[in-house]
């Protein structure tokens, strides 16, 4: 979805529907939405590496079309 000057994503999550843009907080690993495209919401999520230390990592949600 675009609004003049900001791109836009629904996310279906546990039956609700949640409007997200960049900035927008995701997820169980304080994730934060990086980026929004016609295919994809960008993440970068905090988590803890195997050594303990917390870590940003990237993550993509891809488009899922509707099944007809």
Do not use: C
């Not at 304080?30 to 999520?45: C, H, Q, R």
């Amino acid at each position: 979805l675009q609004k003049p000057g900001l791109n836009y994503a629904l996310i279906l999550a546990d039956k609700t529907l949640f409007q997200v843009r960049a900035g927008s907080h995701l997820g169980q690993n304080f994730g934060m939405v990086s980026g929004i495209t016609e295919t994809a919401v960008e993440l970068k999520e905090i988590v803890q590496d195997a050594s303990g230390e917390w870590v940003e990592r990237k993550a993509k949600l891809e488009l899922q079309e509707a099944k007809k």
